[in-house]
């Protein structure tokens, strides 16, 4: 019975890539183990402050895009388009002030930054209806 060359290199190639991901598991488990295990317990001062101005725009600009999409489809109006226009470039400059602030110290993200972001959301979802 004659043997097929292309079979044969082609489960040789299915062995060899097998062991290679056998190989790359095994290499990784030492690295990521301990993250899995144990979590990341040392969350620094400036992370916190990060993350908290990092989500405060997220939230925000997430909203601020959706009703971008209503401006678009003309579904709001000139004033109401205004209004909200106001209300994200007040919020733009206590991102900028929360951002120069966080630079210098390690507070999180000011009383004022929450609030004008507060403020900013409700006006759109009030205007979105």
Do not use: F
């Amino acid at each position: 019975m004659p043997v097929n060359i292309q079979h044969v290199w082609a489960e040789k190639i299915k062995m060899k890539t097998l062991r290679i991901l056998i190989a790359c598991l095994l290499m990784a488990i030492p690295v990521s183990l301990p993250l899995v295990v144990t979590g990341c317990k040392n969350t620094t001062k400036e992370a916190v402050v990060y993350y908290t101005i990092k989500d405060s725009y997220t939230l925000t600009h997430e909203a601020y895009k959706s009703w971008n999409e209503l401006v678009v489809q003309k579904k709001v109006s000139k004033q109401a388009e205004a209004e909200v226009d106001a209300a994200w470039n007040n919020y733009r400059g206590a991102y900028a002030i929360a951002v120069l602030a966080a630079r210098t110290s390690t507070s999180p993200a000011g009383t004022n930054l929450v609030t004008i972001q507060t403020e900013t959301i409700s006006l759109i979802r009030k205007l979105s209806k």
